[in-house]
């Protein structure tokens, strides 16, 4: 086939022994401040906070004995669990993962002790939007699909669909709560500590929706003024209440923001669902009219590239930074049939070669029976949930999910 011929020749060769590296673990830091978990990169699985040892260690949120005892069985070469599902799992099946992309399986630290460089602080899963990759960990919108509807019938996928009981004892405490809450002020009395650290290279403000949070100036006017701060927005807010937010950030000259979308007009509504593209365009009119900096975020799944030259085009000359969506697997790139890599692959050459070179090394893999039975369930429910249609993806990708027993 001839989409096969050509990526086979941009294909990474796997090697016997895979190497299981990753610097991120020593100098990424992620910590959600409405469920008291840290994450060692935005992709790692999420670890609770033990707040009693983090009493008698104070300052050492970074070096707990867990995130010690990763980093060792990183150097030697023992594949971390909560590494699985993006990165050691799209690997083993010759994809790209998170770890290839950011380019940190060079080992540039060897210490198991360390501080962190980036700093990533999700305020919490306030969303009014269920974009179509996410899930209830970072959006409210989510969580009240799934408990208002039921779950979704697909598998192997943990609990990402279903509903438990630590779940609703986080909806159901407010953002005043959990800001006066004790274990949220010690929490944040160690990422204070941390984000003045002469290591510290940038900070990261995420959500749920950041401009949903009511105390989101108050969280950027206590971090320091000299490094780049990204406050990281879907735009899925009440346009008066944005312009108003906007207003108070205006004058942190070192706040940039970055826009989470990859599609536009119908294709965006069905990726980021809760949002319209009037909405979208009104609130990124308001960021210009503020004179604040920004960039976007794109997530590169099976069912954001086929809108993706045209947001390219839309974007002009704004900076695009792109993640892999690995998890759930099923929204990989890979899970498409041949006739619609072919038009994806016949148009890679009009997207940035950043992205260009994920999307190659993919889409040669072949999706097995699973991952397109899960698509088919998860599509069907998703779209009659929200009274959406498919048919703004290729006729042949529809019909192939449909197909499928």
């Not at 998170?98 to 630290?109: P, Q």
């Not at 950043?354 to 698509?375: D, F, R, T, W, Y």
Request: with cysteine; charged share 20%; glycine share 4%.
């Amino acid at each position: 086939m001839k989409l096969k011929n050509q990526i086979m020749t941009t294909m990474r060769t796997m090697t016997t022994k895979p190497d299981y590296y990753c610097s991120q673990k020593f100098w990424w830091l992620s910590a959600d401040i409405e469920k008291l978990t840290t994450q060692s990169c935005c992709s790692a699985d999420p670890d609770k906070i033990n707040i009693e040892w983090l009493n008698s260690n104070p300052g050492q949120l970074f070096n707990t004995p867990k995130l010690q005892s990763e980093r060792r069985d990183m150097l030697d070469n023992i594949p971390v669990t909560g590494c699985a599902s993006n990165c050691w799992n799209p690997e083993s099946r010759g994809s790209e993962s998170r770890r290839i992309i950011m380019g940190t399986k060079v080992k540039t630290h060897i210490d198991i002790e360390s501080e962190p460089e980036v700093l990533h602080i999700m305020i919490g899963s306030q969303c009014n939007m269920t974009c179509i990759y996410c899930c209830k960990q970072y959006s409210s919108a989510w969580f009240n699909d799934i408990s208002n509807n039921g779950i979704y019938s697909v598998t192997d996928v943990g609990d990402r669909f279903t509903i438990n009981s630590k779940d609703r004892v986080v909806a159901a405490v407010s953002q005043k709560e959990i800001n006066i809450s004790p274990n949220k002020i010690k929490l944040f009395d160690e990422l204070s500590k941390i984000s003045k650290s002469s290591k510290l290279s940038a900070i990261s403000i995420s959500g749920g929706e950041t401009f949903l949070y009511i105390y989101l100036e108050d969280l950027i006017a206590k971090l320091p003024t000299n490094i780049p701060i990204f406050v990281y927005t879907g735009l899925g807010v009440n346009e008066k209440r944005f312009s108003k937010e906007l207003e108070k950030l205006k004058k942190y000259q070192n706040v940039n923001l970055v826009i989470s979308a990859e599609n536009i007009s119908k294709s965006y509504e069905m990726i980021r669902a809760g949002n319209t593209w009037h909405q979208f365009e009104n609130n990124l009119i308001e960021i210009q009219k503020h004179g604040i900096k920004y960039k976007f975020n794109s997530v590169l799944s099976n069912l954001t590239l086929f809108g993706l030259v045209d947001f390219v085009k839309y974007v002009g000359n704004v900076d695009i930074e792109f993640n892999l969506c690995n998890d759930p697997n099923f929204l990989s790139i890979h899970v498409m049939d041949d006739y619609s890599k072919e038009i994806v692959y016949n148009n890679i050459d009009k997207l940035p070669i950043n992205a260009q070179n994920i999307i190659k090394n993919s889409l040669n893999i072949v999706p097995n029976i699973k991952e397109q039975q899960n698509l088919k369930v998860y599509l069907t429910e998703f779209t009659k949930r929200r009274k959406l249609s498919l048919d703004i993806f290729p006729t042949t990708f529809t019909e192939w999910i449909n197909n499928v027993v």
